[in-house]
């Protein structure tokens, strides 16, 4: 009977023992997950999407979660800053106008001012440059001439020798001329002086030459420069009579600057035109007759229109002008 209340009191004891064994146990596995969750790495858990790469995302680049900051993005250039393409030289940021937007496409009604990035390449009648020659003169009439400007009411106009005319680029320069005695004149190359006239020589009309010194004299030595004159005139374009979508020739007109180049748009391209001795732009084929149009001076800036119909032999005023220099 001892012996049975002893196995008696046994058993109860062993059954706690294993109670508190597994207690135990769970309690000293939860302090381990516990301390695993806390550990600041975050690796504690391989299957966390927070670390793994998503599936989708291309090669080297991290998913990163929601929680965590934004990686910084690229650097975006000031609106104020100018860029340029890898190897591109450095060139002045372009004075603008107010209300006009440097290199937009723009319509008649609605110009633009664009620069060039480069002047083209200069001409025989470059800016700041004094030019030595000799001045004549002859009757100018109504004041028309090889540039086919047509008449004018102002006859204070040049003819421009034919080397310096160089195939009607010339024309429209405004120039001062001074004579020895001191007294000057700003004249508009209008015409052309054909051979004899030597480089340098200007033939200038009667009332242009009175002011030099006495006609009787038929000849004086002289200096003249370009001008970028003050005007309240605006570029103007016309088209050569019989122009059509299919060929036209294309003038500008009442420039300040020597115009260097024009050039149409066709397929997204710009293509310069060449130019005659008769002071027209020629698309022999009809190539961007009557669609936009870029002009650019000798200094390099650059006006676009966008779309001049072709009505032969009509000025169209742009309201656009080339800046002084």
Same mark, same amino acid.
Request: hydrophobic share 35%; aromatic share 4%.
């Given at each position: 009977m001892k012996t049975r209340r002893h196995a008696a009191r046994?058993?109860?004891?062993?059954?706690?023992?294993?109670?508190?064994?597994?207690?135990a146990l769970v309690a000293t596995g939860a302090l381990v997950c516990l301390v695993v969750a806390l550990r600041p790495d975050g690796d504690a858990d391989p299957g966390r999407t927070v670390a793994a790469p998503a599936a989708d995302a291309p090669s080297g680049t991290v998913t990163?979660?929601?929680?965590?900051?934004?990686?910084?993005?690229?650097?975006?250039?000031?609106?104020?800053?100018?860029?340029?393409s890898p190897g591109a030289s450095p060139s002045k940021t372009p004075a603008v106008t107010p209300g006009v937007t440097p290199g937009a496409r723009a319509s008649a009604s609605s110009p633009a001012r664009a620069v060039a990035a480069e002047p083209p390449p200069a001409g025989r009648i470059r800016p700041g440059v004094a030019y030595r020659g000799l001045a004549t003169h002859y009757d100018a009439g109504d004041g028309d001439g090889a540039c086919l400007f047509g008449p004018s009411d102002?006859?204070?106009?040049?003819?421009?020798?034919?080397?310096?005319?160089e195939t009607s680029r010339a024309c429209g320069a405004h120039l001062r001329v001074r004579a020895a005695n001191g007294a000057s004149v700003t004249v508009k190359v209008t015409?052309?002086?054909?051979?004899?006239?030597?480089? $340098?020589?200007?033939?200038?009309?009667?009332?242009?030459?009175?002011?030099?010194?006495?006609?009787?004299?038929?000849e004086i030595p002289i200096t003249w420069t370009l001008l970028s004159p003050s005007t309240s005139d605006t570029v103007a374009v016309r088209y050569k009579t019989g122009s059509t979508r299919y060929w036209c020739g294309i003038q500008v007109v009442d420039h300040r600057n020597?115009?260097?180049?024009?050039?149409?748009?066709?397929?997204?391209?710009w293509h310069p035109l060449p130019r005659?001795?008769?002071?027209?732009?020629?698309?022999?084929? $009809?190539?961007?007759? $009557?669609g936009p149009l870029r002009i650019t001076d000798i200094h390099g800036e650059?006006?676009?229109?966008? $779309?001049?119909?072709?009505?032969?032999d009509v000025l169209q005023p742009t309201g656009l002008q080339f800046r002084r220099h």
């Amino acid at each position: 009977m001892k012996t049975r209340r002893h196995a008696a009191r046994r058993r109860p004891s062993t059954r706690a023992r294993w109670t508190t064994t597994a207690a135990a146990l769970v309690a000293t596995g939860a302090l381990v997950c516990l301390v695993v969750a806390l550990r600041p790495d975050g690796d504690a858990d391989p299957g966390r999407t927070v670390a793994a790469p998503a599936a989708d995302a291309p090669s080297g680049t991290v998913t990163r979660p929601p929680s965590a900051p934004p990686s910084p993005s690229p650097s975006r250039p000031s609106s104020a800053s100018p860029t340029m393409s890898p190897g591109a030289s450095p060139s002045k940021t372009p004075a603008v106008t107010p209300g006009v937007t440097p290199g937009a496409r723009a319509s008649a009604s609605s110009p633009a001012r664009a620069v060039a990035a480069e002047p083209p390449p200069a001409g025989r009648i470059r800016p700041g440059v004094a030019y030595r020659g000799l001045a004549t003169h002859y009757d100018a009439g109504d004041g028309d001439g090889a540039c086919l400007f047509g008449p004018s009411d102002d006859l204070m106009i040049a003819a421009m020798n034919h080397a310096d005319y160089e195939t009607s680029r010339a024309c429209g320069a405004h120039l001062r001329v001074r004579a020895a005695n001191g007294a000057s004149v700003t004249v508009k190359v209008t015409n052309e002086c054909p051979l004899p006239c030597a480089p $340098g020589q200007l033939d200038l009309s009667k009332q242009a030459f009175a002011k030099l010194g006495a006609l009787s004299a038929g000849e004086i030595p002289i200096t003249w420069t370009l001008l970028s004159p003050s005007t309240s005139d605006t570029v103007a374009v016309r088209y050569k009579t019989g122009s059509t979508r299919y060929w036209c020739g294309i003038q500008v007109v009442d420039h300040r600057n020597p115009v260097a180049r024009l050039e149409v748009r066709d397929d997204g391209t710009w293509h310069p035109l060449p130019r005659a001795e008769f002071n027209y732009f020629l698309s022999e084929r $009809g190539t961007g007759c $009557g669609g936009p149009l870029r002009i650019t001076d000798i200094h390099g800036e650059q006006l676009l229109l966008d $779309g001049i119909a072709v009505r032969p032999d009509v000025l169209q005023p742009t309201g656009l002008q080339f800046r002084r220099h």
